[in-house]
């Protein structure tokens, strides 16, 4: 069984939607939540850690259910520059980070 | 500053050739790691070293070794390479604890 599952999408959505996409982890001793964005060919960078409380940057909300281990991301108001994968991470100790396979999300104009 | 810095860009290895990629970070990370991504899977960890002189093994250790010659570098080594290490690798590296991970540009690997 996979530590992150996610749904690899493709999630093709029109300019301004509302998407969100969801992971599940599987070690419930797992300490730290993070989503990362990746982009055709690139290196992932981090796009927002997820606290217990849930937390807002601009346009994107993240959340986190410790009891069914899952984290979700929602994006609102989606732009053409959202295009991209979004990869689930979970840190299960100091140094052990687990990625997801990542949700490719589509913006079309 | 140039952040985390891969080298090389792109390399292609015949099976049985070695090599050896390097990373670089000048964001005084304690911590650095390998990782390497395959096509519909996430991003595996090869090996890490937590600070200046130690390195353990991570989710998929074999065929590879590394060496954390410095605060600021961290190689792997391909000592045989085979087909199935054609991949894209990845460094990141780490402040401390609770920190968040930067990677470098990663490294793109064919062995034929």
């Known amino acids: 069984r996979k530590e992150v599952e996610q749904d690899p999408g493709p999630f093709n959505v029109p300019e301004g939607a509302t998407v969100a996409f969801n992971c599940t982890y599987s070690?419930?001793?797992?300490?730290?939540f993070f989503w990362y964005r990746q982009d055709c060919r690139k290196e992932p960078k981090l796009l927002m850690s997820?606290?217990?409380s849930g937390n807002e940057d601009g346009r994107f909300t993240a959340q986190l259910n410790r009891a069914s281990q899952y984290i979700s991301l929602l994006i609102r108001d989606s732009k053409l520059s959202d295009s991209a994968t979004y990869l689930c991470?979970?840190?299960?100790?100091?140094?052990?980070?687990?990625f997801g396979s990542g949700t490719k999300l589509n913006v079309k104009p | 500053n140039a952040g985390v810095t891969q080298t090389p860009k792109f390399q292609v290895l015949k099976t049985g050739q070695s090599m050896t990629l390097q990373c670089a970070q000048d964001?005084?990370?304690?911590?650095m790691y390998w990782y390497r991504q395959d096509p519909g899977m996430g991003l595996r960890l090869i090996y890490y070293?937590?600070?200046?002189?130690?390195?353990d093994k991570g989710e998929v250790p074999n065929g590879y070794n590394v060496s954390r010659l410095n605060k600021r570098e961290f190689s792997l080594r391909l000592e045989s390479a085979a087909p199935s290490q054609t991949s894209v690798y990845f460094c990141a590296g780490k402040r401390g604890a609770g920190e968040t991970q930067y990677f470098g540009p990663g490294t793109r690997l064919l062995v034929l």
């Open positions: 997820v606290y217990s």
């Open positions: 991470v979970v840190r299960y100790n100091f140094n052990k980070f687990y």
């Open positions: 070690n419930s001793a797992s300490q730290s």
């Open positions: 964001m005084n990370h304690n911590s």
């Open positions: 070293s937590a600070s200046e002189g130690t390195t």
